[in-house]
């Protein structure tokens, strides 16, 4: 069984379009994350929400909006895409400690 | 702020030689550090994990990293190297701000494995 799956993996799409990735963990984790890992590799996070509840909103533009449905579910929609966007973003999960389990990715090219 | 650096972008060695990926944090408490490796294409998969206690902590494919607070590091070793190790390895560090849930990453050491 997938611990962390991301649907799509792979997402082609043409600026100014808006789109979602969905995110899903069955490990009974409350913590999840979405990160976003640059053309260098560099990996950043983005929001962090606990058991439905946003608890960490880095500086990203307002275009993006996460929103959790439920405890094992994060999505991610991002609105006006640009050509900047285009990225890997990661869903990852955790429960009391910090040890953070990653989904495969999303590869976002936006054209 | 907290930071992580990795100092070398990309080493190359040869299979079955041993490895040392370096990693420096700036904290200013008992950090949470953690080694993530990345195989091309592929997620994140957690090495290892320093939270407390014995300063050299295993952690699986045949890794280790040795904690030492008095030089800010976290280096990963291991001592004979696979073929299959070539990937991106990331150090990480688990902030503060946010419960210690927020992980902030170096920006990796890419390995290359010789035949």
């Known amino acids: 069984d997938t611990a962390v799956s991301q649907t799509p993996k792979y997402l082609v799409t043409q600026m100014g379009n808006d789109k979602s990735i969905k995110c899903e963990q069955n490990?009974?984790?409350?913590?999840m994350y979405w990160y976003k890992q640059d053309s260098k590799k560099f990996l950043k996070i983005m929001f962090s929400?606990?058991?439905?509840?946003?608890?960490i909103n880095e500086t990203v533009p307002n275009r993006f909006s996460p929103k959790s449905p439920d405890k094992a579910h994060l999505n991610l929609h991002i609105n006006s895409l640009e050509l900047g966007d285009s990225a890997v973003y990661f869903c990852?999960?955790?429960?009391?400690?910090?040890?953070?389990?990653f989904g495969p990715g999303t590869r976002l090219t936006v054209l | 702020a907290q930071s992580v650096t990795q100092p070398d972008i990309h080493i190359t060695v040869s299979e079955g030689a041993s490895l040392e990926l370096r990693c420096n944090y700036s904290?200013?408490?008992?950090?949470?550090l953690f080694w993530y490796v990345q195989s091309p294409g592929q997620g994140l998969q957690l090495l290892l994990k320093?939270?407390?206690?014995?300063?050299l902590v295993q952690g699986i494919k045949g890794f280790e990293a040795e904690f030492k607070r008095s030089q800010s590091s976290f280096n990963l070793r291991k001592p004979s190297v696979h073929w299959s190790d070539a990937a991106e390895y990331f150090c990480?560090?688990?902030?503060?701000?946010?419960?210690?849930?927020?992980?902030?990453f170096g920006a990796g050491t890419r390995l290359a494995v010789h035949p």
């Open positions: 990852a999960s955790s429960q009391d400690l910090p040890e953070q389990f």
């Open positions: 490990l009974g984790h409350d913590t």
């Open positions: 929400y606990n058991n439905k509840e946003l608890i």
């Open positions: 904290y200013g408490a008992t950090p949470y």
């Open positions: 320093y939270f407390s206690g014995d300063t």
């Open positions: 990480a560090v688990g902030s503060p701000s946010g419960g210690y849930n927020k992980l902030i």
